[in-house]
């Protein structure tokens, strides 16, 4: 199993990002995809995460800003970032969990808001 994430890069504060996290080599279902981030210093923090069905839950930081959503069928979750803050500058990682066999990291994208 691996998971390649992207969409990060370097924003204004109040502007908008997409990342994609997509799992290959992956043969059995997922039961949820998410993503959580670390910034320089701190440890690594849940953002968000979504089951297979839809239903979506979110950090205190980021609800009523970020948006997730998945796509089982292309083993593809997404993380719809707005209103961003220079306080969300963060590596984000998205994760996988595979019932029996675990829980996969990606590789972490960097995020970079700017004031």
């Known amino acids: 199993v691996q998971l390649q994430a992207s969409g990060g890069g370097l924003v204004q504060a109040g502007g908008s990002l997409r990342l994609s996290c997509v799992a290959t080599r992956m043969i059995f279902s997922i039961d949820y995809m998410g993503w959580y981030r670390q910034a320089p210093g701190k440890q690594r923090e849940l953002v968000a995460f979504i089951d297979s069905g839809g239903a979506a839950t979110y950090s205190a930081a980021v609800k009523g800003r970020f948006t997730i959503s998945i796509d089982s069928a292309k083993r593809t979750t997404y993380l719809q970032m707005d209103a961003l803050k220079p306080e969300d500058t963060a590596v984000y990682y998205c994760?996988?969990?595979?019932?029996?066999?675990?829980?996969?990291w990606g590789q972490g994208t960097q995020v970079t808001v700017s004031s």
């Open positions: 994760n996988a969990n595979v019932p029996v066999y675990g829980t996969f």
